[in-house]
């Protein structure tokens, strides 16, 4: 089945301690998104990419790093510099374009804590 | 950017319509999406409509879009506890993420 894989389902992160949250699509999708829940917050937009080896900044990049080296996957870390990190983060993928009206598709997300 | 505007909180009986209500920001967003969360899960599309149309019906789901008032809303007919959920709303505005409301938390009470 074709879907969006996001590992693992909960983590659990140390002070000082960067983490990397898996995505991965096999819907050969060329976008990819993350975002972070907070409760009553909704969805805020950390980073995108459209293409492979290109990523923008979203509305909250400020201490979360991504990569895009393969289509299929977009691995977001979250640094030490990122002071409050607990939440739910969603990633989603879509195909570019407004073509067909393109919606997002979204993974199952990951929930990070702070020990 | 601007925010894409919902009510936090709704409640129904069981057997009774919902009606989730949206307004958005953008006169020229050509995309609107209405998406179901259920706890501790992603976001399920459940619904689109393209700007052009005033009204989308899919079994028990209809979409209503005011494109003068920039109001979009999503009713569900014979409402069940198992469309207990927090729905999003969205626009496209261009080629750009999906622009998402915080989210209405529907309780269906039995």
């Known amino acids: 089945d074709g879907g969006i894989t996001q590992s693992p389902k909960y983590l659990f992160r140390k002070e000082g301690q960067n983490v990397t949250l898996s995505c991965e699509q096999n819907?050969?999708?060329?976008?990819m998104y993350w975002y972070r829940q907070d409760p009553g917050q909704g969805l805020r937009l950390i980073y995108y990419s459209q293409i492979v080896n290109d990523f923008q900044k979203g509305d909250i990049a400020e201490g979360y790093s991504v990569s895009r080296e393969k289509k299929e996957s977009f691995p977001l870390t979250v640094t030490s510099a990122q002071k409050n990190p607990t939440a739910f983060y969603l990633c989603?993928?879509?195909?570019?374009?407004?073509?067909?009206?393109?919606?997002?598709?979204f993974g199952d997300g990951t929930r990070l804590s702070i020990l | 950017g601007e925010d894409v505007e919902q009510s936090l909180f709704l409640s129904v009986r069981e057997g009774d319509s919902s009606v989730i209500n949206c307004t958005y920001t953008?006169?020229?967003?050509?995309?609107l999406y209405w998406y179901k969360q259920e706890p501790g899960a992603g976001l399920q599309l459940l619904t689109y409509i393209f700007s052009n149309m005033d009204m989308k019906q899919d079994q028990r789901l209809t979409v209503l879009l005011n494109k003068k008032d920039k109001h979009l809303s999503l009713r569900i007919a014979d409402t069940q506890t198992g469309d207990s959920a927090i729905y999003f709303c969205a626009e496209r505005r261009g080629n750009t993420p999906l622009v998402f409301g915080k989210g209405t938390r529907l309780s269906v009470i039995a």
């Open positions: 953008d006169s020229s967003s050509t995309y």
């Open positions: 989603a993928s879509s195909v570019p374009g407004q073509g067909i009206g393109q919606p997002q598709h």
């Open positions: 819907l050969n999708h060329d976008a």
